[in-house]
């Protein structure tokens, strides 16, 4: 695919206005066309900390090292460790004996881990620590009795992950419709657990629509859908009103990207379209437009963002608005696997985050 660096195209917008409380300056000029581009948005901890890992494993233990499912859910990521000799795998049965096995960001069933240590594979658990908080829950709520009502997307590797933990103790709920049918044995001894990274609308309209049938259905100890998803989907309303299209780059099976489009249509967007890179952008979307909205996908490494800034620059939309909503800071440390030198000691770069 060719790429507007390729194309000898600016890699940067011709003008840029950062509005730090969630305003919009107005600085843009309407009739030649403004971009409102949403913050926080791309790269998360988890996300930055997954991949990080497995580029470390591969400077440390070399190639190949192995992937159970996609690192992060980014077929440019993905493309990206394969280069530098990522090998993805569906499952840990495809591993040769022995070797190093990265387990994604979404988790893995105890099951997984059990598959794995019965090869003799040498795991590193990637698994975002926000995603690791709900499946401890899932585990505690088991041991304590309770029927846990998950709600999320059927397939996806992270639910398929947490409903692992206790799955004669988890129903699936995955929409609001679902909360009108699902049969549950005890309604008095109930607990709600999420994905991570669900619309946070649309998950608090199924627990509003559960309680209505299981009045002392129980929450969990904190808000599971994490910081980041939340963050994003705050930032896209915020520009949604105001924009024409909203642009969300991101893949197809990311859930949050997916997500992030509808929350935009949902909070005043005339249209929005998720693409992959800036590729994908059909010039149609942007006849008649005067703003368009730009945002990206927690797994979405930001020089797609500004490949796609150039582009639309080209096309006449050049001067960008930055509507900032939130400040993040969070950093994750690596997996305890990645964190020792070869001296035994704790690797500085190890700490979190890139070096």
Not at 120 to 141: M, S, W, Y
Not at 316 to 321: D, P, Q
């Amino acid at each position: 695919m060719v790429t507007p660096v390729e194309l000898g195209l600016p890699r940067r917008p011709s003008t840029v206005s950062t509005v730090a409380d969630g305003s919009v300056s107005g600085s843009g000029d309407p009739a030649r066309g403004r971009v409102l581009l949403a913050a926080p948005r791309g790269y998360c901890a988890g996300v930055d900390r997954a991949v990080v890992a497995v580029e470390k494993a591969l400077e440390r233990y070399g190639s190949p090292v192995y992937v159970r499912k996609q690192i992060v859910h980014n077929v440019h990521v993905v493309q990206r460790l394969e280069e530098q000799g990522a090998v993805f795998v569906d499952e840990v049965d495809e591993v040769p004996q022995g070797s190093h096995v990265v387990f994604s960001a979404h988790g893995v069933s105890p099951a997984v881990v059990r598959a794995a240590a019965d090869r003799g594979l040498q795991a590193i658990d990637a698994t975002c620590p926000l995603v690791t908080k709900v499946h401890r829950e899932a585990v505690r709520f088991a041991r304590d009795d309770r029927q846990i009502l998950l709600i999320g997307h059927h397939g996806h590797e992270e639910v398929e992950g947490t409903m692992g933990e206790a799955p004669e103790r988890t129903t699936l709920v995955g929409s609001p419709e679902e909360a009108d049918t699902v049969e549950v044995a005890d309604p008095d001894n109930l607990v709600w657990l999420s994905q991570t990274t669900l619309s946070v609308d649309e998950t608090m309209e199924t627990v509003r629509r559960l309680r209505v049938r299981f009045p002392n259905l129980a929450d969990p100890p904190s808000d599971d859908i994490c910081y980041a998803t939340q963050n994003r989907q705050v930032a896209v309303k915020k520009i949604a009103g105001q924009s024409d299209v909203v642009l969300v780059v991101g893949s197809a099976n990311s859930s949050n990207s997916v997500r992030l489009v509808e929350v935009a249509l949902d909070h005043g967007a005339r249209a929005a379209h998720r693409i992959d890179d800036a590729g994908e952008l059909d010039p149609a979307w942007l006849e008649g437009a005067a703003t368009v909205g730009v945002t990206s996908g927690a797994s979405v490494p930001e020089r797609l963002v500004q490949d796609l800034l150039s582009v639309l620059a080209e096309r006449g939309f050049g001067t960008v608005e930055e509507v900032r909503t939130a400040e993040e800071d969070l950093v994750f440390s690596l997996p305890r696997e990645l964190r020792r030198t070869a001296s035994g000691a704790t690797d500085p770069r190890a700490l979190g985050g890139r070096s």
